[in-house]
């Protein structure tokens, strides 16, 4: 049985940093394409990080291009979301999701097979 479980989320002032983790169990990061999502109330489910089998690849949407990064730790089977310069607007539940491709090349929610509970980050001004 595949589990995602995010943590690191939490409140931060504009210009700060949070570091949001994705553990996986029944699931190997490296094999597969995975995903950061985010949501906020009233709004659609957007894709904001991917990154391809074996960190081959990775996109970004451009409202975080530049200040986003995704990672994983394959020994800890671990997907990471380090987020800087933090603005207003990234105030969301964020989401860990995972797929049973290879290929990465969609934020479509419907090629996602897995996904976590959600964490909480708050920025404030």
């Known amino acids: 049985q595949v589990q995602l479980v995010e943590s690191g989320g939490g409140s931060v002032h504009v210009g700060g940093s949070l570091r949001l983790a994705c553990a996986a169990s029944g699931y190997t990061t490296r094999r597969y394409c995975m995903a950061w999502f985010r949501q906020t109330p009233g709004r659609e489910r957007e894709g904001v990080a991917r990154?391809?089998?074996?960190?081959?690849?990775?996109y970004y949407a451009d409202s975080v291009q530049g200040r986003f990064t995704i990672s994983q730790d394959n020994t800890k089977n671990i997907l990471y979301l380090h987020m800087s310069s933090l603005k207003p607007e990234d105030t969301a539940m964020y989401y860990c999701?995972?797929?049973?491709?290879?290929?990465?090349?969609?934020?479509?929610?419907?090629?996602?097979?897995?996904w976590g509970q959600g964490t909480q980050v708050t920025v404030s001004s």
């Open positions: 990154i391809g089998n074996f960190g081959t690849t990775t």
């Open positions: 999701a995972a797929t049973m491709e290879t290929s990465c090349y969609t934020f479509a929610r419907s090629r996602y097979n897995y």
